[in-house]
């Protein structure tokens, strides 16, 4: 059997609540993970393509955030109805998303704005 050819992580870190950092699932109901498993199964995508839970992937500022491996793709601020063209787009026909892709300036720069935006909010 062939390795996935695209491994959806869906961050469902939770943080509590007023925490500088925030969290992707701040009500923990795994709600974009769930679109996520939904869209694979309606499109017979399976058992290629799948979706799982991460813990914080270190883009709490960019959140809700998923990434697809072996790609790579970082993607933040995810909302249940980008699920679809995410499914479309990019798994199926390989296209990257701009609106919702994380700028290489911000994955994993401690001083990209957004962090520091948040750091003077506290
Ligand atoms: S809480 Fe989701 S990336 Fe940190
Ligand atoms: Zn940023």
């Keep these: 059997m062939p390795a996935f050819t695209h491994h959806i992580f869906i961050c469902s870190n939770q943080r509590s609540p007023g925490h500088r950092r925030g ?35 270190e883009q709490c500022e960019h959140g809700p955030t998923v990434v697809i491996y072996p790609q790579g793709i970082f993607y933040g601020n ?28 911000c994955l994993n720069n401690p001083n990209c704005e957004h962090i520091q935006a948040r750091k003077s909010d506290s």
């Design 23 to 57: 969290c992707c699932d701040p009500d923990g109901g795994q709600l974009l993970r769930s679109a996520f498993k939904i869209e694979i199964k309606q499109r017979g995508l399976a058992p290629l393509v799948r979706a799982n839970n991460a813990g914080c992937l």
């Design 78 to 105: 995810v909302t249940e109805a980008d699920v679809p063209r995410i499914i479309e787009e990019t798994v199926v026909n390989g296209r990257i998303l701009e609106d919702l892709l994380i700028a290489d300036d």
